[in-house]
């Protein structure tokens, strides 16, 4: 799912291509993705946009008026500048917004369409859309610490729920949580100040960095290539793969709705390995307990498959 560095690029490059340009119409091919019929979807054609903003992981258009279009990607949606008048793709397509110089294309590469657009009246009308969460970026320390205690989840879970923290998800909360040095099962409030502390500047450079590498990539240009696995990620997406801090093996938990936690036990956990529930039903036992006698298990192996 498209997380905060990806929703504020998205919001920028559409505000500075499209800001100011008069909505023509919008064309809906999936009948899932409309969610609202009040206002009615018509009301919006003929508004100029006047601004973006990020809402959380949507992406808000404010049109004259007080009308505003939100858009949630959800997992596989993404957005595709094109020339005016482009047609919707047939397989992923959902929608087309059309303005006088381009079109906006929104699809969704999933059988399982979830992500959804919104017309909303009045500034009032988005408050329902947010879930409330803290903005990491804006909030200091002492708010930090307040939101993070104030439920006693793991950490991963703390970072990715949207009603706590606005706009982390799977892949940066991996990222986060490594260049912290945390595990990503300790609970909430059993941390100390120190690792409170080192966990608020982890979350603010590493979106920072990430928001600013995007940049850089779309350039003038529209974000085409919106992925959670990316080249220069520490842990997310990289299991089996050197850490790039002690060279342990990345490990990873995984769960469904193709969720996953990704680590570094050498890192965050004091060498611990973490159980992956379906590997450990499947090995009992066997299951190694730490990155050492990982890497022990995996040499020994490897010398007896020489010796064949």
Known sequence: MPELPDVTVYCERIDALLGGAMLERVRIRSPFLLRT??????ATHGKRLVGVRRLGKRIVLALEDELFIVIHLMIAGRLKWRKAGAKI??????????????????TEASSRKRASLHVVA?????VEHGRGGLSVLEADLDAF?????????????????QSLFDGIGNAFSDEILHAARLSPVVWTQRLDDDAVARLFVSC?????????????????????????FREGMAVHGRYGEPCPACGAPVQRITYVEKNEVNYCARCQTGGKMLSDRSLARLLKGDWPRTIDELEERRAARGARDARR
């Open 37 to 42: 019929v009040e206002p009615p979807l018509a």
């Open 122 to 126: 009045g500034e009032a009308g988005l």
């Open 145 to 161: 610490a307040e939101r993070l205690r104030s439920r006693n989840h793991t950490l991963k879970r703390a970072l990715t729920d």
């Open 204 to 228: 603010r450079e590493v979106l920072v960095r990430w928001i600013e590498r995007t940049r850089e990539v779309v350039g003038d240009g529209f974000p085409e290539k919106v992925t959670a």
């Open 89 to 106: 793709p047939g397989k992923v397509g959902l929608a087309a917004l059309d303005f006088p110089d381009a079109t906006l294309l929104f």
